[in-house]
């Protein structure tokens, strides 16, 4: 009897030990199970698949921030909203999960985005104090870190991340919308026409030719009068009648 009632002790004990401690029947058990490396796997995003999730929350980004900065004076609270706008980005990227990062690429681009915000704290305060000339120094730095995270972006595969947004107007389009049609114009008044005065123009005065006269003879007037012929001499020594001289 002694001997069963060991054997049971000592399989309570070591189901105790397997399953964690044996306290009161209130207490929590946790099961083992594999609950932890599915829900690690579940969040680790292939590279395409992080692209495409990655450019769609790029493109919201980079619309926000070029209407904010569209058109208005850059202050401090528009800086403050930029870095807002940053933060959030790297938050939802992250959120993504961590796909493969062979080339370090997608770090780099990370360690840009990080960066912007840290200018644009540094600008948040300089134009609160209306230190211009600061904030127009760290505007150049932020400049350099934007195409930092560009050619970061573009070398992992982003297509949007990285990349300048579009202005969206007022209407909800952008602003390279084609107007509508103008429309008629109203019909004007009817216009009389009126005619210019002609003034007359005189004839010039015509002198009449002189009358041509005629040559005599009846001609034409183009020919030349002929002069009559000289009668010929008669023979010397020569009788009136004709005849011949002994």
């Not at 926000?64 to 959030?88: C, D, F, P, R, W």
């Not at 980005?89 to 370090?104: H, N, Q, Y």
């Not at 915000?117 to 904030?135: H, K, M, S």
Request: charged letters at 15%; proline letters at 10%.
């Amino acid at each position: 009897m002694r001997g069963a009632r060991a054997a049971i002790v000592a399989a309570t004990v070591g189901l105790c030990a397997f399953a964690s401690g044996c306290g009161d029947d209130d207490d929590p058990i946790t099961a083992i199970s594999s609950t932890t490396s599915e829900t690690t796997t579940s969040t680790v995003a292939t590279a395409e698949e992080f692209i495409s999730s990655g450019d769609a929350i790029c493109a919201e980004a980079n619309a926000a921030v070029a209407n904010l900065t569209s058109g208005t004076e850059y202050s401090s609270a528009t800086a403050a909203q930029q870095k807002s706008i940053t933060e959030g980005l790297i938050e939802s990227l992250e959120g993504l999960g961590e796909p493969e990062d062979p080339t370090g690429a997608l770090a780099d681009f990370y360690g840009a985005l990080e960066e912007q915000v840290a200018i644009l704290t540094e600008t948040e305060t300089a134009l609160a104090e209306g230190d211009t000339a600061t904030a127009s120094a760290l505007a150049t730095e932020l400049d350099a870190a934007e195409s930092q995270a560009a050619t970061a972006a573009t070398e992992y595969g982003f297509e949007d991340c990285g990349q300048e947004g579009e202005v969206i107007s007022a209407g909800g389009s952008d602003t390279t919308t084609t107007p509508g049609a103008a429309p008629p114009a109203a019909p004007s008044a009817p216009v009389t026409p009126t005619p210019a005065p002609v003034t007359p123009v005189e004839p010039a005065p015509v002198t009449p030719a002189e009358p041509v006269t005629p040559p005599a003879g009846g001609g034409t007037g183009t020919e030349e009068p002929v002069a009559p012929a000289e009668p010929a001499a008669p023979p010397s020594g020569g009788s009136s009648g004709g005849g011949i001289a002994p």
